[in-house]
């Protein structure tokens, strides 16, 4: 275990010193905390994303007034719902549109439970998608990229791809060629996404991926996109890709 | 939301020295920020944790607004007898929370 640990550390201290591109496979943005992180992240007992978690298996056996609990349909969530958060995001059949986690779950509240939708990055949204999401750790990312996901695929990657804002960067340009790198405090990952919902610590909270995207947004002082987005969603879904067989570690700790 | 976790060992022998581990569910609103209207949001933290265990207060924290939101905290006591932890916390505005964690002593 401290071999398989060790040695992302040491590439790193390799990539530090040399300034070299990252050359190697997309790796998770655990890879990136420091040791003491990882550990807090790991416990239970003292990573307060779990209260998200906690909150999410309350409201998912929760009778609403309208209609059936989640567990109505969902019966033995453990089982049925485990590996879901691997397969999003995913294109709706029924409207063509493409849904990820958090969409879904909105989609099931309005259209089944009959109730008004929560909101994106209400706390009660987060709590659900932090605990469907949690239902998948370990498993490896699998999304859909083929058939009617492919154009959805090709904008995200545009999108990655695509200069933009006052300092005129693309994602790539951090999140391919200079990670391992430090960014201020930081050190650059590649983007995997796979924690989320993630407490980080910079938030004091859970937030979304999509928090995180317009955090990022912010940063290279370029459009900030709404949460649930069009052009988010796509981006989701090519971060989703490029994470492909990487374990879902919702909720993690991010700094 | 208030909410906490707490972490005992499962099992403890008598006179052993345990990890009673303390994570709670907090804003810790330090208070001061602009509520959009004019006036500012009261301060609204959790100024103090006790824990009570075989009828004496075996720990107590005082808080202020420089803890960080959703606190951990960790503390060693000895093992005397089988019974309850009683966890309380005073929040600004009166408002108290109790939680209480079963320690076995065998």
């Not at chain 2, 994570?23 to 944790?49: E, F, Y």
Request: aromatic share 8%; glycine share 10%.
């Amino acid at each position: 275990m401290t071999g398989a640990l060790r040695l992302p550390a040491l590439l790193l201290a390799l990539l530090a010193l040399t300034g070299l591109a990252w050359a190697g496979d997309v790796v998770s943005g655990s890879t990136f905390l420091s040791p003491e992180l990882r550990r807090q992240q790991d416990d239970p007992s003292r990573n307060p994303a779990w209260f998200w978690v906690d909150q999410g298996t309350e409201l998912f056996v929760r009778k609403p007034a309208g209609g059936e609990a989640c567990l109505g349909c969902h019966g033995d969530p453990v089982a049925t719902l485990r590996g879901a958060a691997t397969r999003y995001p995913q294109v709706d059949a029924a409207s063509s549109k493409l849904l990820n986690l958090e969409g879904r779950i909105e989609q099931c509240r309005v259209e089944r439970q009959h109730e008004p939708a929560f909101g994106y990055e209400s706390p009660e949204l987060l709590a659900l998608t932090a605990y469907v999401a949690s239902l998948s750790r370990g498993l490896p990312m699998s999304v859909r990229t083929d058939g009617p996901a492919r154009p959805f695929y090709d904008a995200g990657k545009a999108f990655f791809e695509r200069r933009q804002g006052q300092l005129n960067l693309s994602c790539q340009q951090c999140h391919d060629g200079l990670v391992g790198q430090k960014l201020r405090g930081d050190t650059i990952s590649n983007g995997a996404g796979t924690g989320y919902p993630a407490y980080r610590l910079e938030w004091n909270t859970v937030g979304s991926l999509h928090r995180r995207l317009r955090a990022c947004a912010l940063g290279v002082r370029a459009t900030q996109f709404d949460y649930g987005s069009p052009e988010y969603l796509a981006l989701e879904l090519y971060l989703a890709a490029r994470a492909k067989g990487l374990p879902v570690e919702t909720p993690a700790l991010r700094r | 939301m208030f909410n906490a976790r707490i972490t005992l060992p499962p099992q403890a022998k008598p006179g052993e020295i345990v990890e009673i581990k303390v994570l709670v569910r907090h804003p810790m609103d330090r208070g001061g920020q602009s509520d959009g209207r004019g006036g500012t949001v009261p301060r609204k933290i959790l100024n103090r944790m006790t824990a009570t265990y075989a009828g004496a207060e075996i720990f107590r924290i005082d808080m202020n607004t420089g803890v960080a939101a959703n606190p951990f905290v960790s503390f060693m006591t000895r093992a005397i007898e089988t019974g309850d932890i009683l966890f309380e916390w005073r929040e600004d505005g009166g408002a108290t929370y109790t939680r209480t964690a079963r320690l076995t002593v065998a």
